[in-house]
Each structure stands twice: as C-alpha cells, then as structure tokens.
T-cell receptor
Framework: AQSVAQPEDQVNVAEGNPLTVKCTYS??????LFWYVQYPNRGLQFLLK????DNLVKGSYGFEAEFNKSQTSFHLKKPSALVSDSALYFC???????????WGAGTKLIIKP | DSGVTQTPKHLITATGQRVTLRCSPRSGDLSVYWYQQSLDQGLQFLIQYYNGEERAKGNILERFSAQQFPDLHSELNLSSLELGDSALYFC???????????????FGEGSRLTVL
C-alpha cells in the first residue's frame, strides 16, 4: 500500500539555524512528492514538488527538499530558520491508482527566537 | 489569498442536525476537493469533483454528500451529525482532473464545524 510517514510530531529549531523536517514514503514506481505548509487558522499552501529531474527541489519561502530514492525519503530543509516559519508541515505523495494525494500526519515546526 | 472561498467560516450545531458547506474554487479551476481535518485523524480526503462530475471518492461517510454545480462551486452536505464530525472542513481546487494532476492544490481557509 502507498503511504507517507512523517516520523516527528514536532521539530524545535532556534532561529538562524538550519532546519530539516523528515518525510519517508512507500510507493511503487516513480513517486510524485509534495510539501505543503499550514499556518495557524489558515488553509494549506503548496511549497514544492518533485516529479522528475534534479533530486534537489527548490520551493517557496527559501525551502528546498531532497529526493533520495534509495532511502525513500523527501526531507524538507531550509538553511536558516525564521520565526515566521513556525507552522504545520505536511508531506504528500500522489496515489498512482486515483491520482489523489496521500498525506502524512504533519509535523509541527517551532522556531524559537 | 488562494482564490478559494469557503463559507461559513464557523458553524456550531447540534447532534442530529444537517449543515451545508459551500466552496467557490479559484477562477479557471475545474476540480474541487473536500478534506476533513481533525486532531486525531489528520487530513482525510473525502471526495473530488471535476467539471460537475464525481471523479474520486475517499473516506466519505454515507451521511455526507457533495455536488458541484454548473458554475463550478461545490457544496458538502453533512447530515445526522455526530459529535465526532466536529472538524475543520477544507475545500481545495486545481485546474487538472486526474492523470494530468500535478499535485498543486489551492486550499480555502476552511469551515470549522462544532457539533454539540
């Protein structure tokens, strides 16, 4: 079965430090992978996606993600965290059978000043 | 602003009642998706409509139904409400329908339903 796992419920990072939010997936064939962000009391916003090509994908707000096929991972990264990056982050993979997104449980990112 | 509009933003009702949530997609988007977000079950896909037709169904209860109208707005109807239906209901839209879907969804700000 296709699935996405976000192993950390919460990640705490000091402002200015690099951040990583982890995501692993299980899907047959080549995956379509996505990251979305949800700020408090808002809907989800698309950050970035990997479909094919370069394993390092750049997205909005200075975020990037690295696709690693051997480790079946798609970790979200940012070189220098901002307090305003504090939000809930969701990883997703496209279901090959019905084209819907399969969502991870979300990781709460807290950036401390 | 994503361009997706949801009403109402907040709704409080009693068990056994029926409510309707409304969604206007982004201009030009043909697909509308409904999601339920609750604390214990995360983000659950309910149903997708594409240009007026049901395209995909997720974990939608039989007490729930949806439709997409000719002007592309959509409504999610929730009936015989239970306490466990309390959640944030999101609508999202995309241009594409299925196999051409590239994964970029535009979400509304949600309708928060509280069932007492």
């Amino acid at each position: 079965a296709q699935s996405v796992a976000q192993p950390e419920d919460q990640v705490n990072v000091a402002e200015g430090n690099p951040l990583t939010v982890k995501c692993t997936y299980s899907v047959s064939g080549n995956p379509y992978l996505f990251w979305y962000v949800q700020y408090p009391n808002r809907g989800l916003q698309f950050l970035l996606k990997y479909i094919t090509g370069d394993n390092l994908v750049k997205g909005s707000y200075g975020f990037e993600a690295e696709f690693n096929k051997s480790q079946t991972s798609f970790h979200l990264k940012k070189p220098s965290a901002l307090v305003s990056d504090s939000a809930l982050y969701f990883c997703a993979v496209r279901d090959r059978s019905n084209y819907q997104l399969i969502w991870g449980a979300g990781t709460k990112l807290i950036i401390k000043p | 602003d994503s361009g997706v509009t949801q009403t109402p933003k907040h709704l409080i009702t009693a068990t056994g009642q029926r409510v309707t949530l409304r969604c206007s997609p982004r201009s030009g988007d043909l697909s509308v998706y409904w999601y339920q977000q609750s604390l214990d079950q995360g983000l659950q896909f309910l149903i997708q409509y594409y240009n007026g037709e049901e395209r995909a169904k997720g974990n939608i209860l039989e007490r729930f139904s949806a439709q997409q109208f000719p002007d592309l707005h959509s409504e999610l109807n929730l009936s015989s409400l239970e306490l466990g239906d309390s959640a944030l209901y999101f609508c999202a839209s995309s241009v594409q329908g299925a196999g051409d879907f590239t994964g970029e969804l535009f979400f509304g700000e949600g309708s928060r339903l509280t069932v007492l």
